[in-house]
Nanobody, 124 residues
Framework: VQLVESGGGLVQPGGSLRLSCAASGFNLDYAAIGWFRQVPGKEREGVACMRGSDGSKYYPDSMKGRFTVSRDSAKDTVYLHVNRLKAEDTAVYYC??????????????????WGQGTQVTVSS
């Protein structure tokens, strides 16, 4: 199982970004992909989740409207689109995979494998 994130970088406030999570070693149809972010000194925070079996998407209330998760099945890649970026969105963003039913999509303990993370910095 391998997850590789990409797409991070420096973005101006108000801008948009698309992060990619390339998956290998498993079938996305039988897994859930979660996106998390982490700031030094704080716990990882779930921002989105997609269930592979039916494409169901989950977002914390605080993320609805600016965060969108999507999937390209042909590329075995899950994307996180973030709009209207704010300084407080600055963090390392991770994708992770769970092979269990999605009951608590934003609980990091439910995810077995993680990518290495990609840094997103929102600054002018």
């Amino acid at each position: 199982v391998q997850l590789v994130e990409s797409g991070g970088g420096l973005v101006q406030p108000g801008g948009s970004l698309r992060l990619s999570c390339a998956a290998s070693g498993f079938n996305l149809d039988y897994a859930a992909i979660g996106w998390f972010r982490q700031v030094p000194g704080k716990e990882r925070e779930g921002v989105a989740c997609m269930r592979g079996s039916d494409g169901s998407k989950y977002y914390p209330d605080s993320m609805k409207g600016r965060f969108t998760v999507s999937r390209d099945s042909a590329k075995d890649t899950v994307y996180l689109h973030v709009n209207r970026l704010k300084a407080e969105d600055t963090a390392v963003y991770y994708c992770a995979v769970s092979f269990h039913p999605v009951r608590f999509p934003f609980n990091a303990e439910n995810y077995a494998y993680w990518g290495q993370g990609t840094q997103v910095t929102v600054s002018s």
